[in-house]
């Protein structure tokens, strides 16, 4: 099956190409940007060397529709999605912040807590706590926005203002965004059986000097849902909550000896893994958007997109 590893288009005005872990980004024009989501899976900031089919038509149409469920409250920087795997919006300043959000004590933050940790990015994680437990309010725990796939790391509020990374008018409405867009997407999420557990949110200034979300947002590659139906009784019997993210692609990673670090070997993923994690975006797919998933053609995947892209460009 044919999936989208790299691509290595000439799109008309075009002026320059970002490549991140999952998403290629063409700058056009310098008013508008292409971005394309591939099949590539990363996990701990390194890029797995196998692709998952149809994951990025899975990412950028779950964002798509996030994007539009959440305009009324934040703006976004999309127009258009001329191509399942391609979304095309304003070109933006971004900041050089991640806007980290969340609901319970997993993941990272559970990772910490077990290493004796109680705060997180300045923010005290109260005592008492078990893994998968909610925090009494959502909190903000930031990241710097790393270039060329190095690790994002862990930042305060405090030293973002004091390096002025962001200035504080501008992370007041960030702050003010990223808890509006969460209560969104948790009731969102409530509504199809799942909670939203935590997630990441990018911002960007448009030429015109407004605030805008940008890229994507409550996808199985930036957000962490668990099934709402029965979650209580596993946390009461301290078992493992049944989730829907990218997360059990880390605890696969971790279980064979690999979490990003140096000297560790990348375990080999088999086809039947590949199958598997490509069913289970897929099923975070239908149970978040509550439509069945259509799997677009992967014959000549890249023409098909080539031409999606430059039509659209050509009638703007």
């Known amino acids: 099956m044919n999936t989208i590893n790299d691509t290595n288009f000439q799109f008309p005005k075009q002026k320059k190409v970002y490549k991140g872990k999952v998403r290629e980004v063409y700058t056009i024009d310098d008013r508008l940007l292409v971005m394309i989501a591939s099949d590539r899976l990363s996990a701990f900031d390194v890029i797995l060397p196998r692709q998952i089919p149809f994951k990025g038509q899975i990412l950028n149409q779950i964002a798509t529709k996030m994007l539009h469920d959440t305009a009324d409250i934040v703006p976004n920087w999309l127009l258009a999605t001329p191509d399942e795997n391609v979304a095309i919006g304003h070109l933006c300043e971004p900041f050089k912040v991640e806007m980290v959000i969340r609901g319970y004590m997993s993941g990272h933050a559970a990772r910490e807590y077990k290493a004796g940790k109680r705060v997180l990015c300045g923010v005290v994680m109260p005592e008492g706590l078990q893994e998968n437990d909610p925090f009494p309010t959502p909190i903000i725990t930031p990241s710097t926005k790393a270039d060329n796939g190095d690790h994002d790391e862990d930042i305060t509020r405090e030293a973002i203002l004091a390096n002025g990374i962001v200035s504080e008018e501008d992370y007041l409405v960030l702050e003010d965004y990223t808890r509006k867009l969460f209560q969104r997407g948790t009731e969102i999420a409530a509504s199809r059986g799942l909670i939203l557990v935590d997630t990441k949110y990018e911002f960007g200034k448009t030429k015109e000097g407004k605030i805008v979300l940008i890229d994507e947002i409550h996808t199985p590659d930036s957000s962490r849902y668990f099934y709402a139906d029965g979650y209580a009784e596993r946390q009461a019997n301290k078992s493992s909550q049944k989730q829907l993210s990218k997360e059990f692609v880390r605890q696969w990673l971790i279980e064979n000896g690999f979490q990003g670090q140096e000297g560790q070997a990348i375990p ?32 000549n995947v890249l023409d098909r997109i080539e031409q999606n892209v430059t039509a659209f460009l050509k009638s703007h």
């Open 268 to 299: 080999e993923m088999s086809d039947a893994k590949i199958t598997e994690i490509s069913n289970r975006y897929i099923e975070l797919y239908e149970q978040i958007t509550g439509e069945a998933f259509v799997k677009a053609s992967t014959e």
